[in-house]
């Protein structure tokens, strides 16, 4: 029997949620970035987004709560919420930021009900999912949990269109790593048109911006990964 890609994952993530004394965003594997490259980096890529303090936020794969906890210090007003299919990780978020975790895994997000939060956001998580129909049903469940006039935020997301280069990059930047797994630990690559379409289908505004394109200098796999903003229409006419 293969197992699939999400499930390898999620072992390694339990792993990987045990780590103590270190900074959250180490337990969520940005383990080459400092704190301040860490809050440049959330604060460059959710510009777009245009957060408000106050809000309901949803986010899908948060981890050690690492991002949600860079948010919380420049919106500390943030109604936050998380959800991870990890339970080590997700105790480290229960642990460290003020908020409400669940678990549970974001191709549904049935727990939730619709038009529940005004953001909803998913950071460097697409590539940990088994299919490009997983990722689909992950977008159209965060794209459900969002009100009207709110919108969606899916970051760090692998380019099908730069998988070559990628691999040649990962190669040469991994070839020192410990492996936490001997299984494939491969990363789904998604192109950028599935998002087009769904935004097409379900009538949402879209902004996909190269995470290149973002000034970070610090972190090589924006190289190859890009950010997708979907704003949901408020109904509203005139
Ligand atoms: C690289 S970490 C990113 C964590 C957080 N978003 C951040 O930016 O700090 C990826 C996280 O996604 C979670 N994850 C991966 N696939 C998932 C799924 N299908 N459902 C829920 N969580 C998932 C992992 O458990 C892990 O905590």
């Known amino acids: ?3 699939s890609r999400s499930k390898i994952w999620q072992e390694i993530w339990d792993k990987k949620g045990q780590k103590a004394d270190v900074p959250l965003h180490h337990v969520d594997g940005f383990d080459l970035l400092d704190a ?3 809050d440049y980096m ?3 890529v959710t510009r777009p987004l245009g957060l408000k303090d ?3 936020i949803l986010e899908c794969g948060c981890g050690a709560g690492a991002f ?3 948010l919380l210090k420049k919106f ?3 109604k936050v919420t998380g959800l991870d ?3 080590p990780i997700l105790a480290a978020a229960k642990r460290n930021v003020k908020g409400d975790f669940y678990h549970g895994d974001m191709t549904d997000l049935s727990i939730f009900s619709d038009g529940q939060f005004e953001k909803t956001i998913s950071y460097s998580t697409f590539h940990y999912l088994s299919s490009e129909g997983a990722a689909a049903r992950a977008v159209r469940e965060m794209v459900r949990v969002t009100r009207a006039g709110g919108s969606v935020f899916i970051g760090d997301v692998s380019d099908l269109a730069k998988r070559e280069m990628a691999l ?3 190669k040469m930047t991994h070839q020192n790593h410990q492996r936490v797994s001997s299984a494939n630990t491969d990363h789904l690559f998604v192109p950028q048109e599935l998002f087009r379409q769904l935004a097409g289908e379900l009538k949402l505004g879209i902004d996909i911006i190269d995470q290149e394109s973002f000034d970070l200098p610090f972190y090589d796999n924006a190289k190859y990964r890009y950010s997708v903003y979907l704003r949901k229409n408020s109904g509203r006419k005139g």
Do not use: D, F, H, I
């Open 85 to 87: 299919y990890s339970q």
């Open 168 to 170: 040649a990059l990962r």
């Open 42 to 44: 959330v604060g460059q």
């Open 36 to 38: 301040e490259q860490w």
């Open 1 to 3: 029997m293969t197992v």
């Open 68 to 70: 949600l906890a860079s």
């Open 54 to 56: 106050g809000e309901k």
């Open 76 to 78: 500390p007003e943030l």
